[in-house]
Structures are given as C-alpha cells and as structure tokens.
C-alpha cells in the first residue's frame, strides 16, 4: 500500500473515531429555544448554564482556541482535583473582547459547556491549567451559521455580517455588552471534519426574561 493510501486510510479512521466522540446527537449542548428566526439568522433564549473558561494571552484567535481547547481537554481528561472525567460537549465557544490584550489587541476566552450533572459543583480544576468556571444566567443570543473553517481571516467578517442583518432588523440596536464580549464564536465539528463544518456567531441581544427575548421594538411599546 502506497504512503498516500496509508496516510488517508489514517486520517479516514481517525475522522470516524473523532466524529463518534463528538457526534452532536450523543454530546450534550447548553439549552435553548428559538424566538425568533430570518432567513440569515435567529435569535435565541438560552436557560442558565455552566461553562469552564480558559482566558489566553494569544493575539491570534486560532492559536487562542487550539491552546484554549488543550486545556480544557486535559480538565475533562481527569485533571481536575476530582480526578473526575468528563463528557465532551459542544460546542467550542471563543469569545471576544477587544482592546483587551496586549498592545489594544483582543483577548480571548475559550469556553466549554459543563454537563447539566456537573453544572452546580463542577470538579476544580489543577491550578496549572489556569481554567475558570463561569456561571451564566438566562439570556438572548443573536445566531448567525457559518461553514468552513473558523479562521483569524474571516470570524470578523462573519461578526460583521450578523451586525449588517440585525441592524437592518427589528433586533437593530438591541445588542447588550453586559456579558463583556463583543461577539463569540462557537464550533460544532471536530477539527479533522473537512466538509459540511458547522460554526456559529453569537451576539448577545437585550432581554432575558423568563418568558423569552423581546426586541427593541418589541419592548418600546
């Protein structure tokens, strides 16, 4: 058998195994409800949840995420005070605040969801993975999908393109900063799926009632 051969048969094997750990439909994901939908976005209400945040010092999203994952995987591996292994969730969440960083670059926040079984004590993780648990309240999140690889080239462009469509919606000027982030990026697929990826851009919008989410619009009358 040729190298090429051995090395797709490789990667072919590999790509399953991976898939398989992180199908969707076996993997937990936080909860939500769809409020409202458009043709390029939606917007959703998320119940409250749990996440482990890895903060980063990297300038460059891609290195922030590998290096951000790399940590959290080790959590759910057993490095944890608990030695307590945990399920892969999805999705992948890097979120962004600007001017954050060194020299006014952004700095970034990799984030992933706990469990609902360990959402109210999470294991503590080793002190040298410098990870953080972050307890989010209910909120509305502005969604716009996206395919391909997630890159520092394009993820400002997708953000943009969510902001272009809310502002030409009934959702224009309804984001919220009080989460901090400007804007998030969720990844759904394995790193080793080329085709059909799965990404996702989150805003935070005004609203968090426990009836759902309203608009600016909505809420003026």
């Known amino acids: 058998m040729s190298r090429a051969k051995i090395l797709i048969l490789i990667l072919t094997i590999s790509t399953a195994i991976t898939e398989r750990a992180g199908c969707k439909k076996e993997s937990e994901s936080p909860q939500y409800t769809v409020v409202h939908s458009e043709s390029d976005f939606e917007v959703r209400f998320y119940r409250e949840s749990a996440w482990m945040t890895a903060p980063s010092d990297d300038i460059s999203f891609e290195k922030a995420t590998k290096k951000g994952f790399h940590r959290l995987f080790q959590y759910t591996e057993g490095a944890n005070l608990n030695f307590s292994r945990l399920p892969i969730t999805y999705p992948i969440l890097t979120s962004i605040v600007p001017d954050a960083g060194p020299l006014h670059s952004s700095a970034y926040f990799v984030k992933l969801y706990l469990p609902t079984e360990f959402e109210a004590d999470p294991p503590l993780p080793l002190p040298e993975l410098n990870l953080q648990p972050d307890w989010w309240r209910s909120r509305c999140i502005a969604v716009r999908e996206f395919s391909g690889f997630a890159r ?6 997708e953000a943009e393109k969510l902001a272009l469509s809310l502002s ?6 309804s984001t919220s900063a009080e989460s901090g982030y400007a804007y998030s990026i969720a990844q759904y697929s394995s790193h080793f799926k080329i085709f059909s990826r799965v990404n996702e851009v989150w805003v935070d919008v005004g609203g968090s009632e426990s009836n759902g989410c309203r608009s600016s619009l909505v809420a003026a009358y």
Not at 152 to 157: A, E, L, P, Y
């Open 152 to 157: 520092d080239t394009n993820i400002v462009k």
């Open 168 to 173: 030409r919606s009934e959702w224009a000027n």
